[in-house]
Structure formats: C-alpha cells, structure tokens
C-alpha cells in the first residue's frame, strides 16, 4: 500500500509481473502473432471490410454472456483484459456470449456497455456478438460431419448421461456413434430445419468416449431449440454449445490469449482439439488463441452468483439491480465506488492461477484511497443537537472558512456561515464525561472547527431527562486563522452547521448487505445471512454548499466518512446522499 495517501492513483509502473504477463512477453519476443490479418477470414472480417488488424500486437477480449448485470468479479476480468491490452499495445475486444437464446436480453447488453464504460475502457470499433458467427459455426459443424468429426446422436438425455460414465469408469459409445456422413448430414440440416421436437438429437464431437478427461467424451456441439433468440429471431432451431461456440468466437476474432476462470481448465483441450480441426480443414487461420486460465475472484461478505443476485432483486431483499448494497456495478456506482478504485483493487489482488478469498475491506481500503485524494471535505451533522451561544448576538451571522482538501491548497476554501444556534452530533456532548472525553460538557472549552472556541455552560432537558439544546459562550478573540487565536489551548474540535442555514436531507448509511463473510456456508440458506442493518435512512444537517451538489459528487463528510450524491434520486438543489464507505475499517465494531 501507498505510503503517501494522498498520492494520485495510477496503474503502478511498470505493472507487478504476473504469470499471464510473462507467457505474453514470451510470445511478443517470439513473434508468434506477428503479421496476423483480418483477410480471408469470416466472422468480424466482414465488418472490418477485410483490412488488417488494428496495430494490435495481442487481442484479448471480455465475453459477457448478456443474462444478467456485470459485478465486482467481471471488473477484476475487464481491468486484466482491458489492461493488459493497454500495457501490451494490444486491442481489447467486447463481445457479447449470446448463443443461448432463452437468457438474453437487450437491457442486460445495455448495461454491460454502460458499465465497462464507467470503468475507463475502450473497445473501438470492436464490439462483437457471438450470434453474429451461427451461420460460421453451422458451417464448421457440417465440416466436422463431413469428416468423420461429429455424428447425429439420438439417444435421450438419459442414455447419453448413464453412458458417459465416470471419473473413475470409461463411457460407452453411442449406438448412434457409427452413422455414416451422409446420414449425419441430412439429420441435422433437418434438425436446423425444424423438423424435429427439442431433445430429440444432439450433434456430439467423435472424440473417445474412454478418454480420462470426461469432456473429451464427445461433447455435445449443437442442441435444438425452438426459441426466439433476441438478435437472430426465428432464424434458428439449433443452437451451439457454448464449449463449441466459445473458441470459434476467439479463433474468428483472432484473439491472442483468451482469458477465463479457473473452472475452464479441464476445457481446455477440447479448445484446442476443436480449433486445430477447423484450422486442418482450412476454416480457421493459425496461428489460434490460446486459452489460459486464472482464479476468478472471490469475495467476503458477497455473493457474486448471477442466480443469487436475480433471486435478490426479484424478490426484492434488495430495491433493483442498481441497490447501493449489491455487488453489481451499477449498484457501486450508485454507493459512489469509482471506477479507479476498481482499478487499482484489479492491481492490488493481482492475478493467480490458485483460488483464494480476498476480504471485503480490500476492495473498501482502495476506495478510500482514491476517495481520500480526490474528494473534497466537506461538514455534514448526522445526530444533529442544537448548541446556543448565548453571548454571540441574536440575528448576526459572519464567514468562517474551510480549506476544501486539507493536502490540496490548490481547490480552494469555501465559507461556511456562523451564527448564534449551531447543529452538533449528539454524541460531542454529555453532562458526565468519562475520563479521557474532551468534547462539551458542563465547564469544558473546544474549538468549533474553523471558527470559535467556546465553552459550555450547560443544557436544557425535556421531561424524560433527554439533553434538547446545549448552551455555550464564545470567546471573540479566538477565530481560527486571526491573530491570537493560537492562544487558546484547547483539546476538543467539533465540526458544525449554522442551524438557520443548514441544509437538511435524507443520508442512507449503507452496510455490508450480509453479515456472514461467506453467506450460506454450511448448508444454510445464504438469505438467512442477510444484514438487517443493511440500509438505515436518517435526516441529517449538511453545511448549505452541499444543496448544490450534482448527482455523482462525492465527498467525504468529516470524521464521517465518504458520501455521494445519489445519481437517481437527487433532484436539482435537492440532492440526496449515500454513504460509499465509513473512514475507518468499521465493520463489526459498536460505533458506526
Ligand atoms: P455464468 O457463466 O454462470 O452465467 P459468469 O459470472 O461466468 O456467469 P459471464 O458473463 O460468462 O458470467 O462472465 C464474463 C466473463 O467474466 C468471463 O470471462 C468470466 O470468466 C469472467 N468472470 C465472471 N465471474 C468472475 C469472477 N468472480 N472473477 C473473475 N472473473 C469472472
Ligand atoms: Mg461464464
């Protein structure tokens, strides 16, 4: 970690080495991809008009399968990808995984677009849908047919699993497995004619049915579908797998190293099988992509499963796919997480090929770090308290001023108004101090921070013996920043509001949305984990600078910690705002 917080944040250079950036060196000084082009090749060279590539040296690209919204996980693979082709000179593909047409939707691709945007990353002009290769991939099956690669297997589900069997035991073959091309052939141009109910064929890879790796025993490549899909429509009734499409995307769009998770490994030589067929059979170009694999990222206290994030929004335990309190992006974005804080969580976990847990503070430390050099200061009373200067005369107001960042002189002070009835916390006054207290109380001095000192004389009660205002007298001479007002000698230093000028709003304090660190272990139900204290919305008095706030501006409130104005609910001149992250590591501890 930095030692200077206030250090702008960059990509530390040169970059921390790491296993994939040392297999790319290696293929740069090898010359692996030199010269590679677009021509004679289909897929995405159609769009491109045939030219060569743009002067990438590598290309890497994010496949988002569009069913759900990017979260935490994915910007840990879009910062990799998108950086590595950064730091390598290299492009960055977006594309989106659409091959399974029951799943999709438009708004799921819209908000991917948005997110990687936010993050700071830049595909050009190459944004790819996987949809856009079915009839390349039709192709590719019918050559794998054609040469003895693929057969029409109509077992059911059933038979095919019972005869696939085991980790320990072989499978069987098909006794479809011997059919001849030409019968394989005319079964599955019937089976993309729509000749046949789902679940009746499968086309599967002719690969070994004993082999040790069990997805080497022929996969299934193509299944039927009777579906509408939401960019190709009624066009298809077979779709392919997405172990089949997965690689002829990389292959088609010339990606160099094709990064994915940890999960894929046992994968990977079906990768490579499938692509050097089609290279034999002069579909594809080598030299073809390279599959490597890295630990996805996990994290304490969240749960980063698309099914679980549905279920969370749809029966709303939490309000939208954009709630301040989920892992998604849009939700970060909303707590007013940024997005060079992601990028530099991306630099600090760094990448492994071995899993691991990384804590929720982590990912918490590096938006405070980026907050902490950016954001400006600014005084907000959450608990607020009425403080009466009984000797500062009624109807009088005047100036005082408050550096804007305490590292950057450079942005400025602003005027904060002083007057005779101040808004304190709550908890910077008692009538019994415990020792070592050097806030208000009965007889104690304290500096009103940036103005005052003052000292206190005592308070008022309600019947219950609830404290309802405190009173206090000001020494005129001790204003901050005027001659002589180092005099005073005090410990305390409380921030403050003008009670007649305070803006008051509605703050959310958002929390952990769990309270275990790995929700549901142990066979619970992960909703039972959920943190009751999630979201508290309190009525606070904010310093009148803050009325202006544009929705997005984010602050910290001192000793409070960072705030943001909400993007969706902030109307002008009434912004409201979301807490993004507590100054100090709070979690667990009473005073929060
Ligand atoms: P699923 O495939 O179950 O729908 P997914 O989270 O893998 O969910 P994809 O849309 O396939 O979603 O993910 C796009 C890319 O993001 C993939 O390359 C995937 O490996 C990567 N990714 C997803 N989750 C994580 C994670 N937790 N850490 C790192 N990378 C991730
Ligand atoms: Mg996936």
Redesign the pocket.
Known sequence: MSKDKNAPVAAPTPPVSNFIRQIIEADLAAGKHAGVTWAGQPGPAAAHAGAPLDSARIRTR???????YL????A???CLNFGLARDYAGACHLRF?DTNPEKEEQEYVDSIIESVRWLGFDWGPNEYFASDYFDFMYEAAQYLIRSGHAYVDSQSAEEMRASRGTLTEPGKDSPFRSRSAEENLDLFRRMEAGEFPDGTHVLRAKIDMASPNINLRDPVLYRIRHAAHHRAGDTWNVYPMYTFAHPIEDALERITHS???LE?EDQRPFYDWLLDKLAEGGLLARPLPQQIE?A???LSYVV???RKLIQLVQERHVDGWDDPRLPTLAGARRRGYTPEGFRLFAERIGVAKADSWIDYGVLEECMRDDLNARAERRVAVLDPLKLVIDNYPAGQEEECFAPNHPQLPELGKRAMPFSRELWIEREDFTENPPKGYFRLFPGNSVRLRYGYVVKCTGCEKDAAGNVTAVHCEYFPDSKSGTPGADAYKVKGNLHWVSAQHAYRCEVRLYDRLFREPNPGAGGRDYLEDLNPDSKRVISVCLEPALQDARPEARFQFERHGYFVADRIDSMPGAPVFNRTVTLKESWGKVDK
């Open positions: 994010f496949p988002p399968e569009p069913n759900g979260h935490i996980g994915h840990k693979s879009i995984d990064i994915c998770t894929f890295f996805r990222l996990n980063l499963s698309k």
